[in-house]
């Protein structure tokens, strides 16, 4: 009997505490509610600068219902989806160069690191010069938005290459192309694949930004319409809907990531795990 | 025999540099194939640009950005510019220092609030913050406040994660020898929770720093308010190539100078714990 009581008692702490955990987040989640319907009631006498929750949650339904919505999000995606798979193709290779050679990585990975050191949004300009306001200059954006960091994490994975590894392929006398597809690409394989979510999430900033300095189409575009024309709760829709997508492609693209690791068994960097 | 050997040894000691000679001369010849890398391109865009085989009005040629930078430094437009970035930077990551510092010490000391706030923290720091300017301008009108206003979202999030990860990663004895020698809460924290969890800290406050200059740099720019990014912005929008090109060299310095000094500080902090 008293085997069973146990593990009886710590599944009921353990029931109390998630449910306690949940109790301070729908209080919190109240609470802010409250909080933004007070200010929205304090501010009106300033114009609208703060609509009320309903307000908002009507706006962001009709934003929902209404086709031209899904049509500005298939641009956006278009614009983000071309920007990752030419980045891809641009710095997956460049970055496995940088770390598997070491004489050009010695070289080359300052460079790229501080070239990496500035918002990438401030070379919109030259995008939008020599590729014009269309959806090419957003593509140039997204991926030199997506290009980066996948770079910098790829080559940077050469780190995660355990030196016993590269002994034992030594000793088998593996080829350079079975070192690279046995040994190599295992190992890297879960740094490369932080580089590329990482990649994703700034690819989607990028490309945000870049419709919402010049452009005419995408959810960027849509949200500074709203803005210019003084639509302010159809303006918070579109930042609460690109918010919300936001985090969840972060928060499946994180999910995998950890699945990746355990299965590799190997440790998050504590500045990506973040 | 015995002898031979020993002049073997010797010469060959002689003849073979030092580990550390040897780095250094592996860093020089790799600064110096870096430089040659980064001449080189720049002459190609220079004589592209010259010869006209890239439009002037896209390109600046490298020597004629050189000059507005030289110029700019001269009038003291570009130190005023990059006074008020770095004045924003400042004023943003002290405010997210503190908020941040105070809220990570807040969620690890009760540690269901911690568990709780998890998950929204890593949210909201997964969502793209800087597309909020909008709201910001909505609310504060072109008011330069906007800009420290986000950086200081951007820097914040950071650093409330890592201190509540790094406190929270220091050995429960510590806490437990606190406790035996009677230290009160106040001296605990001082004394012994902040230094040990200070290398995770610093990770932190730097991966704040970081952010707050990247994001007080792309609001200026999306906004046209403040300084470096803003002047990117307004000539871009008069079509100035020569001023844009010279901004954007100017904040790539900038902002190169101030990740190199970041980083040095973060690992002079790593040194001196482990040092110690």
Partial sequence: MSSLQAPLARAGTRVRVVWGMHAIRIVTLLGLLSLWQWLSTFTDRFGEVVPGVQRIGAALVQLMSSADTYGHAAVTGKELGLGLAIGLTFALPAGLTLALVPSIRYVCEPLVIYAGAIPKIVLYPIFVWFLGIGLESKVGMATASVAFPVLVQTAGAAWSIRPIFRDVARILHMRPLQRFRYVYLPSMLPDVYTGIRLGIATGIIGTLLAETKASNEGLGFLMTHYYSTFRVPEMYAVLLLIFMVATLVAFSMDRLDRRIRQRRGSPRNAGVAL | ?276
Avoid: C
């Fill in chain 2, 1 to 276: 025999m015995s002898e031979a050997s020993t002049s073997i040894a010797k010469r060959s000691a002689r003849h073979r540099p030092a580990p550390l000679t040897r780095s250094i001369r592996l860093r020089d010849h790799a600064a110096i194939a870096r430089l040659g890398i980064v001449s080189v391109l720049l002459g190609v865009v220079e004589i592209a640009v010259w010869q006209e085989w890239i439009s002037p009005l896209f390109v600046s040629r490298p020597t004629e950005v050189l000059r507005v930078i030289a110029a700019g430094l001269v009038d003291g437009t570009y130190p005023a510019l990059a006074g008020r970035t770095l004045f924003a930077v400042t004023a943003a990551f002290v405010a997210a220092t503190v908020v941040g510092g105070t809220g990570g010490y807040l969620l690890w000391r009760y540690p269901k609030f911690g568990a709780a706030y998890e998950p929204a923290l890593l949210a909201l720091f997964s969502s793209p913050i800087v597309l909020a300017y909008p709201v910001f301008l909505v609310v504060f009108r072109r008011n330069p406040i906007i800009v420290v206003l986000l950086g200081f979202l951007a820097g914040v999030l950071p650093i409330t994660i890592l201190t509540r990860k790094a406190i929270a990663a220091v050995p429960r004895v510590y806490g437990d020898v606190a406790s035996v020698l009677r230290l009160t809460r106040r001296q605990e924290l001082r004394q012994v929770m902040l230094p040990a969890a200070m290398p995770g800290i610093a990770s932190g406050l730097r991966l704040g720093l970081i952010y707050t200059l990247l994001n007080v740099l792309a609001v200026e720019f999306v906004t046209g308010l403040g300084g470096l990014g803003a002047e990117i912005s307004n000539a871009y929008a008069l079509l100035r190539a020569p001023r844009m090109y010279a901004a954007l060299a100017f904040t790539q310095i900038i902002s190169v100078a101030f990740v190199y000094a970041v980083d040095r500080l973060e690992r002079s902090v790593k040194t001196g714990r482990s040092r110690e």
